[in-house]
């Protein structure tokens, strides 16, 4: 990156500010995905660093900067996640330690000893310290469509439409309801690294307290693992099988794909990024409807307030 650059300039003035051994960038690359941030391997005579850089969208996705940087630092002191090294409000930017290890995919989540450690590694973060927010989906989706229908950004077909199955699968949920813990929320397979001992999430973003079962189904929804691996995962993490857990992390599945699929409609209207957001949101709308409309909605909300008093996911 030549120096010139404005983000070269930036990261500089990122490393000035944190000072000591890594106060000079002696190479500077770009890393690969990022909607909503920019993200930069920079070596340090300290070693390598990633320092992360904001997009303007931030505020309308309801992505809280100074609570991502926060939520970084609680799930590192959790044993999750890479150690943050400095913050810049001004900038926007995030600097974490940098993890050497390789990017999962959903193909390599699709496999039982990976999801046994990724239950293990989720288990350990919704233990740890507790994080800045809250974060609820139903709450969010909402959100969403508010700016989505005020703006006049595009809209699926007949999206609202299902809103009276969603306010029902609230219902459900709220009958039997959870204790909050901090949860990553956005768990794709991107934001989930492995080095030879251990699983690494990273970008905490839409980080808050919430419902762990928003988390295990929100992974298996975002690398399309079927209702066998969502059973799976959830007795892996609980520690015994538990048909209303499972029924919990399904119906958020959904919820993800509904949710999010405005994410991708508010992208498609504000990023200047050259990604197809609108596709991207239609394929998890697509997804969406056919669970709303499939025989299993009524069961899995039935299961999910036959809830056993089993005891809490801690």
């Known amino acids: 990156m030549a120096a010139s650059d404005p983000d070269a300039r930036l990261i500089a003035e990122v490393l000035r500010e944190l000072g000591g051994s890594r106060s000079d960038a002696l190479e500077i690359s770009r890393l690969p995905g990022g909607l909503t941030n920019r993200n930069y391997r920079v070596d340090t005579a300290s070693g390598p660093v990633v320092v992360r850089l904001s997009s303007e969208q931030a505020a309308l996705l309801a992505i809280d900067r100074g609570a991502e940087s926060a939520n970084s630092a609680a799930a590192a002191a959790a044993g999750v996640a890479p150690a943050v090294l400095g913050y810049l409000p001004s900038a926007g930017a995030l600097v974490i330690d940098w993890i050497d290890g390789e990017t ?90 492995r080095d030879s001992h251990r699983l690494w999430f990273i970008d905490f973003e839409y980080a808050g307290n919430g419902d762990p079962f928003f988390e295990l189904g929100n992974v298996c929804s975002e690398s399309h693992l079927g209702p066998d691996r969502v059973e799976e995962l959830v007795s892996a993490y609980c520690g015994y099988e538990s048909p209303a857990k499972t029924a919990r992390a399904r119906l958020h599945g959904l919820m993800s794909n509904y949710g999010w699929t405005l994410w991708a409609s508010i992208q498609d209207a504000t990023s200047e990024l050259d990604f197809d957001f609108w596709s991207w949101g239609l394929e998890k709308y697509e997804r969406a409807v056919s669970e709303f409309r499939g025989p299993d909605l009524a069961p899995l909300m039935t299961a999910v307030r036959d809830d056993e008093p089993k005891g809490e996911a801690q």
């Open 104 to 193: 999962l995919t959903a193909a390599s989540l699709d496999d039982s000893k990976t999801l046994a450690a990724l239950a293990n590694t989720c288990r350990q973060l919704h233990a740890g310290p507790a994080f800045t927010g809250e974060f609820d989906m139903f709450a969010l989706q909402r959100r969403y469509l508010s700016l989505v229908t005020a703006r006049g950004y595009r809209l699926p077909p007949s999206y609202v439409d299902f809103m009276p199955e969603a306010d029902r699968i609230a219902a459900a949920m709220s009958a039997c309801r959870v204790a909050a813990v901090p949860c990553h929320n956005d768990l794709l397979a991107a934001n989930i690294m």
